[in-house]
């Protein structure tokens, strides 16, 4: 059974930082994608971040593009974000997602694997 687990959500405040885990049990993903959507209350799951196997390619939202940063090991099966210069904009569930393939169209019905999601509250 695959299983993703995120932890090092929490509440902030505007312009802090926080780095997001993602553990994933079950299977591997060193050939795949792993990444990040996330859900603010009254709106829809939207992309954040991704990157592939090779840890080479990463795409981000123009909305966090240049203050968060995602990155993965694959020796330990994980993937991480970093988020810097919070907004309360970017308050939100933050989920962790994989897929055995290269995701070309980021949407979250090419996901295959979610985890139950960490809550990132800032306040202003």
């Known amino acids: 059974q695959v299983e993703l687990v995120e932890s090092g959500g929490g509440l902030v405040q505007a312009g802090a930082s926080l780095r997001l885990s993602c553990a994933v049990s079950g299977r591997t993903f060193s050939r795949g994608t792993m990444g990040w959507f996330r859900q603010a209350p009254g709106k829809e799951r939207e992309f954040v971040a991704d990157i592939r196997w090779n840890g080479d390619t990463t795409t981000y939202a123009d909305s966090v593009k240049g203050r968060f940063i995602i990155s993965r090991d694959n020796t330990k099966n994980a993937v991480f974000l970093q988020m810097h210069s919070l907004k309360p904009e970017d308050t939100a569930v933050y989920y962790c997602?994989?897929?055995?393939?290269?995701?070309?169209?980021?949407?979250?019905?090419?996901?295959?694997?979610w985890g139950q999601g960490t809550q990132v509250t800032v306040s202003s």
């Open positions: 997602v994989a897929d055995p393939s290269v995701v070309v169209v980021r949407v979250p019905r090419n996901y295959d694997y």
